[in-house]
């Protein structure tokens, strides 16, 4: 039987010293486990900017606890690439999302500039 896990399944396996590490190795050597992308989302905002290579650590621990598709797969992968250069997590995440769903993003946010989905400015046109 599959299991879905949230956020503190995950940072019992992510971190040395969680007090809930033995039980969460145990559940997983007894049954499979998936999550969703929110519950990374979660992670970032949980660690906050801790000394972390997270990008190793997020395909690490995705091959330990995998979300659904290889859609969310790669959303989570590239959300962490962007957060590793500087995005906050949310705008990250909604960058790994239009870019890997092949669509724009609408914002008048200008991080947007930086990656690869295309920006279409939601603020005024300065020329008019």
Do not use: C
């Amino acid at each position: 039987m599959t299991a879905f896990v949230e956020t503190d399944f995950l940072l019992a396996i992510a971190k040395a010293d969680d007090w809930l590490q033995d039980r969460a190795e145990d559940v997983l050597a007894d049954q499979d486990v998936v999550t969703s992308p929110f519950s990374y989302l979660e992670i970032l905002l949980v660690f906050d900017r801790e000394e972390y290579d997270y990008v190793r650590l997020f395909a690490n621990l995705l091959d330990i606890v995998p979300v659904d598709s290889d859609e969310e797969r790669q959303i989570v992968l590239k959300a962490v690439s962007y957060y590793d250069d500087g995005m906050t997590p949310f705008d990250a995440f909604h960058a790994a999302t239009a870019e890997t769903r092949a669509l724009p993003i609408i914002s008048s946010d200008k991080a947007y500039q930086e990656v690869d989905p295309e920006r279409i400015p939601l603020e005024p046109d300065s020329d008019n």
